[in-house]
DNA sequence: GTGGTCTAGACCACT
DNA sequence: GTGGTCTAGACCACA
């Protein structure tokens, strides 16, 4: 049980939804590093696990793993499984959390200028939301 | 007391993007019913004309034609074509602009939450993506 | 006016439904020659006073009027529009009654047959049926 | 425990005939999922696999799965397959045997009326179909 | 003229 | 392996 403490990440994935299954990991992973709920050099569950446990396929775990350690956000340690990257450029892009969020209001601002819904409003409502979240 | 004729409808679609064409079409046609630009009864352009002025398959324009029936938006008049249906569940539902865009809005509550990003920078985020807009 | 009396035949069809219209009005035709409602010589509604009373095409009237005459229900009376055969082949084979009730009937065995339930049920059914009509 | 395997499913078409080929896949399948022939979380056959079996096109099978999966029949699992929804408003609605037959002998009931046959004539007609098919 | 159906075959995304 | 999307082109039913 030398193992790096026990890493209590839990994710999260809704399957029969329109966003795939390892885009839901991948994005879930990062906003964790972005948040620091995931620090640098933190251990991620490994793949069988995680497979067994949101009851998935363990290539579409290891497809998510992959993509992050493409862009540098994981690291491969030997014999160790996935880590978060110390501090590579991959983890400081991430840490942006704003550009994070940007994509999704990008897109709600979109439908709103096609809905022909004014700023105000949609604010208004983005806030209505933003409260009832909790 | 003539028809509205020449239906001046344009649709635009983007290939080789991620979201299907299809649906690209459905998601243009309800934003139109919503915002009024397009009325109940108003006909729309034929399925043969879309796809020549899109340059794309008839089969495509019609797959979306059909799911908008399907989902009470469009009517069909035998050998006629399409129309807006009049006032059906289903474009009563779209009336609702607000609801349409509460979704994405709602996707990026989460995604805030999950970043930490508190109320006042993802509304003050919104705002200025809003205004790029135009 | 001289013409044999006012025709007070009334024609109903439901637009947007599966069945064509044409088909409506054949089968609609059918049952009143056969229930005596329209009995042998009277006379028949003209295409375009149908047209205009349903709102439809007058080439859907008469395509309906022509199919009943090539099956010899009706007649073609010139100058005077169609009437109803007197006693042809045609008319003969509509008088039984029970043969223009029997394919819906079969339809509705067959479905039953492949849903399972058992003959005692789908007569219950159908007795049920029957007398909700009135 | 572990899943049926070898779904033993038999459809049938019968082409050139009037019912669309798709709309002919979409009621069968319907009636083993209200017969119970097809449990709720069953695996059908792949979309290539009826094709190739009925020798028809795939799309005209996916576009009747898919159908199934608008109706809340079907479920798709990403890349594995469709299967029955487990216990879907979809699934519950044509659980009702009797409620499927239930259209058709309507229209049996509207028929007779406009016929004036009485209902012991039309029940005992009925019968005698029943009796016929077996 | 309208939309609907089907085919044959290619390519893509997900698991 | 799975289903989804799109194409090009043919044929049919309806008004």
Redesign the pocket.
Known sequence: MAFPRDPKVLFVVSPSMGI????QLVDQIKRMVASGQLAGGAPLPSVREVAVTLA??P??VS?AYSLLETQGVLSRRRGMGMVVSQDATGTQAIRDRLALLRPTLERAAEEAAQLHIDHGAAIALFEKVLKGKR
Do not use: F, G
């Open positions: 795939p299954i390892y885009q998935i396929n290539m579409t497809k």
